[in-house]
């Protein structure tokens, strides 16, 4: 089976590992109607009404097709409010592929940072993390703690070609625990295939050494697993010593050296709903089961319903096979490299989820302030019905003590690939759009904020653009 599989990965082209059964037929809109729509929606995609999109690359998150197969386990839900059938089946898949002894079902991956964040952190402590996620920084600054970005500053230059951009900086981690002490440092928040740094992966080496330190200063290591699968994909095309192992095996092995996992399950995992906490430790496990009642439901459904869980651990299985893993990657590679080869300049190297737009350099003569990648974002929307999502200084927020802007030295729009939704030739629309825009960069002008939210203001922060 192994021997067959590498193979497969060494051929130079791939192809979608399924045929499609059922389409969705696509609304095309006009710019004119597009027009009134950005109005009505501030200039935000988030509010945008998804009717009004042709495209749609605003997240990779709970948009995949999901197969004949999750379907069918569709139709398997125990609908039990206790004691599900399909908790049973979901526990023991994550525990066979993820190997963690214990699952907490969530709602959806914001769910478990909530659990997590509440148990392990305790006012004034610092978290360090492999650059932040918006939801993981909020609520793990709701629970008192304050973030510490350890990652490798490679992450923050998109010209950088360097192959683990989502490696921790160990010098910045030990700076960190030398000036706070261990004691205030409740865990590391590890992320698998970095999001915010452009989908980034880090290294088996990586892992390796920051268990060793974790260990000698007995501060566990909290994966946060939604994109994990994709960074073991990583790890397998460019790390010595891996090229036989399967994307399963090098999982296991991330996992195995964690002490347990947050998980968005509506990216990997190929759901469209759900998530869940994971770990080892019995007195942590304790305490998620007692507080997962309190925000999400009880622990054997924690906010989805029992068909939910049966998708999920179909999904998990489909999710870690190399036909499906080449293809994820294929496509978002084969829209990325049709950019370069225009000149547009992007976030090297090209990640696993998603080509993140690199809006310094696309249009240079708007400020940070105002907002260029929401500018962007909502540009593209007007000329082409495609939607993507700005990762700039809005989705940044503000610095809670100085209440600055952060101006973040990634200022990116994001064109997310869903998982198994479209095709080559949605691809090639995609980049012809986008080139065309680039041809005509000077024209995009800046936005201003009008309305400011109070947590994770992209989500509905509206803007108009400067005259
Ligand atoms: N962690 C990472 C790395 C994520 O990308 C997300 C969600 C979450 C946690 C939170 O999970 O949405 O299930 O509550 N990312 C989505 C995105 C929203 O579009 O990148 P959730």
Known sequence: MRRMDTQTHKKRTWAEPYKIKMVELLRMTTREERLVAIREAGYNTFLTRSRDVYIDLLTDSGTSAMSDRQWAGMMLGDEAYSGSENFYHLESVVREYYGYKYLVPTHQGRGAENLMSKILIEKGDYVPGNMYFTTTRLHQELAGGIFVDVIVDEAHEPESTFQFKGNVDLRKLAALVDEVGANHVPYISLEGNVNMAGGQPFSMANLRELRLYCDQHDIPIMLDATRTIENAWFIREREDGYARKTVREILREICDMTDGCTMSAKKDALVNIGGFFACNDDEVYQKAQNLVVVYEGLHTYGGMAGRDMEAMAQGIREAVTEEHMAARIGQ?????????????????????????????????????DEYPAQALAAELFIESGIRSMERGNVS?????????????????????????????????????????????????RGLKMVYEPEYLRFFQARFEPIA
């Open 332 to 368: 978002v590679r084969y829209l990325g490299q049709k950019l370069e080869a225009a000149g547009v300049p992007i976030v090297e190297p090209i990640g696993s989820h998603a080509i993140f737009l690199d809006v310094r350099r696309f249009l240079p003569h708007i400020d940070q």
């Open 396 to 444: 940044a927020g503000r610095d809670p003590v100085t209440g600055e802007n952060r101006r973040p030295r990634l200022e990116l729009v994001r064109l997310t690939i869903p998982r198994r939704v479209y095709t080559q030739a949605h691809m090639d629309v995609v980049a012809e759009c986008v080139i065309d825009l680039y041809q005509r960069r000077e024209q995009i």
